[in-house]
């Protein structure tokens, strides 16, 4: 699987002041909407929603604005371009956004207005995100990634082994391959996985019902819920909410 040591993502905007910085990490500037001009040591770029950048770890860079403006920052890890693909990023920092990272770029940036994204989903969505600026097409492994990132986010939703594909742009024989090889697994039986995790987490931490969890989790209902609970765990949601609630708390 394709991992990033860290990284982390935010919304930004730029004034007229031309300040500077620098940092250990390398940083994606990434305009939603409005112009944003960058300097990068001795190279001056105009960034746009068709035109983003990447500043290596360590460059000095300065960025201004002449209006209003809103852009994607993407803060990674410098041992994430050691070699391989990415590395040829720091060669040429400023890029050209195609269709495919242009629409990547807008959901991130969707999901960035509307909550602070989950620490999953950005671990899945950067990899694929590198791989698109930085190849003619990603790799499957990227894609994967970052379909496992949006399933944990949102396990509840009707996925199907198809639906999965679809998300992933590979076909299905392609995802059941992958999941063989990257997780020894089969899409069907990690899905499965992903639900139950979420269902324990609820049973856990909250008080809604288990008909309320089941649904909220992607089961078709509170029987399917406990058909798998007792066939994976030994247990029914009802014994694992109680067993939970007993538990003393950890000290402080």
């Known amino acids: 699987m394709t991992l990033l040591p860290s ?45 983003g950048a990447l500043v290596a770890p ?38 050209t956004l195609g269709p495919a990272a242009r629409k990547l770029v807008e959901f991130m940036g969707l999901m960035t207005r509307e909550s602070v994204p989950s620490r999953a989903l950005v671990h899945g969505w950067v990899p694929l995100l590198l791989d698109t600026l930085s190849l003619d097409a990603p790799r499957t492994t990227s894609r994967l990634t970052a379909l496992l990132a949006r399933i944990e986010t949102a396990p509840g939703l009707a996925w199907s082994t198809e639906s999965m594909a679809r998300a992933a742009n590979l076909s299905v024989s392609r995802l059941h391959a992958l999941f063989r090889e990257e997780l020894d697994s089969t899409p069907h039986a990690w899905l499965l996985g992903c639900r139950l995790d979420c269902a324990r987490g609820m049973l856990t931490d909250g008080a809604r019902s288990v008909a309320d969890i089941a649904i909220a989790c992607g089961f078709s209902d509170q029987a399917s819920l406990t058909r798998a609970m007792r066939r994976v765990f030994d247990t029914t949601p009802a014994a694992y909410r109680r067993a939970a609630q007993e538990k003393p708390p950890k000290p402080q």
């Open 7 to 51: 990284c982390d993502m935010h919304l930004r905007s730029y004034d007229r002041v031309h300040w500077g910085d620098r940092h250990d990490f390398a940083q994606l500037v990434l305009p939603l909407h409005g112009e944003v001009v960058l300097d990068i040591e001795e190279r001056r770029g105009r960034l746009d929603p068709l035109h």
């Open 58 to 95: 360590g460059a000095g860079h300065a960025q201004s604005s002449p209006g209003a403006n809103d852009s994607l920052i993407v803060d990674v890890d410098g041992g994430a371009f050691g070699d391989g693909p990415w590395q040829r990023l720091l060669e040429r920092p400023f890029v």
